[in-house]
């Protein structure tokens, strides 16, 4: 059987694992205190019939316990969920609590409206952008500047390496040294304003590329060709027709032995079979000049 007073003496004058003495008081850290003072109307394990509120994720929750499940721990407190809204929170309050003694309810609403307020403050709070400080171990620091250090000493005595090693080139006291590592090598021509000689030998070497040309200018030559082919053939016809005109107009001498006429035969076979022949004479200057003889 649970006796109240019995457990107050055993937890206030020989030990409690929830009491933290401090020189302005004795405060309770049980969960399910009311107020967080340890006495004796605000001990939750020397009360048999309590009552108390708790937040769950931003979710207020009233708990009550009474002596009629004392025996059953799984089930000794009896929960109910709270509205968001203040008032209808005390309206609930004031339904579950009604026989309970004045007192212990006036010390529920008052931790309602406490828990109330510093819900309100939580959100503003979430609201406003403010930095967020975090802690770093000293060894943490101490480790982190050693590092630096070091890294600082080697950075500084390969750039020495580097231009002892440059200076060294300089002056060829290695001779010809073909070597080099490629990424050093254009740092090196970055540095001083310069391009690796395949670049230049690139550049040096123009493409070489194969076009057609005079295409447009011996269509023209063509055309010419022909026009003072057809102006010889027509000046040889006024060359045959001025002869003939000759021939009749003068007198024809009969011969008894028929010489004459095998002498106008053969001149006309001779003027029937002239023959034209061209000479292409191909300049320096790429141009071209025809020549017509008649044979």
């Known amino acids: 059987m649970q006796h109240d007073e019995v457990i107050w003496q055993v937890i206030r004058h020989n030990h409690c694992s929830f009491m933290a003495k401090i020189t302005t008081g004795n405060f309770c850290k049980n969960p399910y205190n009311a107020t967080g003072i340890c006495n004796r109307s605000s001990c939750p394990l020397a009360n048999s019939r309590y009552a108390t509120i708790r937040d769950h994720e931003g979710v207020f929750y009233l708990y009550m316990k009474t002596i009629e499940r004392a025996h059953m721990p799984n089930k000794l407190w009896e929960r109910v969920k709270l509205p968001r809204n203040y008032e209808k929170a005390l309206e609930t309050i004031d339904k579950h609590l009604e026989y309970w003694p004045k007192l212990l309810v006036h010390k529920i609403k008052q931790r309602l409206t406490k828990m109330t307020q510093y819900r309100i403050r939580m959100r503003k709070l979430e609201l406003k952008?403010?930095?967020?400080?975090?802690?770093?171990?000293?060894?943490?620091?101490?480790?982190e500047s050693r590092r630096e250090e070091k890294a600082e000493k080697a950075a500084i005595l390969d750039k020495s390496i580097e231009k002892?090693?440059?200076?060294?080139?300089?002056?060829?006291?290695?001779?010809?040294?073909?070597?080099?590592?490629?990424?050093?090598?254009?740092?090196?021509?970055?540095?001083?304003?310069?391009?690796?000689?395949?670049?230049?030998?690139?550049?040096?070497?123009?493409?070489?590329?194969?076009?057609?040309?005079?295409?447009?200018?011996?269509?023209?030559?063509?055309?010419?060709?022909?026009?003072?082919?057809?102006?010889?053939?027509?000046?040889?016809?006024?060359?045959?027709?001025?002869?003939?005109?000759?021939?009749?107009?003068?007198?024809?001498?009969?011969?008894?032995?028929?010489?004459?006429?095998?002498?106008?035969?053969?001149?006309?076979?001779?003027?029937?079979?002239?023959?034209?022949?061209?000479?292409?004479?191909?300049?320096?200057?790429?141009?071209?000049?025809?020549?017509?003889?008649?044979?």
Not at 129 to 143: A, F, L, Q, S
């Open 129 to 143: 952008v403010r930095e967020k400080i975090m802690t770093v171990p000293r060894k943490v620091k101490k480790r």
């Open 164 to 295: 002892e090693l440059l200076e060294r080139l300089k002056k060829g006291v290695y001779g010809d040294i073909y070597n080099y590592p490629v990424q050093a090598y254009n740092n090196v021509l970055e540095m001083e304003g310069l391009q690796p000689s395949g670049e230049e030998e690139k550049e040096e070497e123009p493409e070489i590329e194969y076009v057609e040309g005079y295409d447009e200018l011996e269509e023209e030559w063509d055309m010419e060709d022909f026009g003072r082919f057809v102006a010889d053939d027509d000046y040889d016809m006024d060359e045959d027709e001025d002869d003939e005109m000759d021939t009749s107009d003068q007198p024809v001498k009969k011969s008894r032995k028929g010489g004459d006429d095998s002498d106008l035969a053969s001149k006309k076979a001779k003027r029937k079979g002239k023959v034209l022949i061209e000479v292409e004479n191909d300049d320096d200057m790429g141009d071209r000049q025809k020549t017509h003889i008649l044979a």
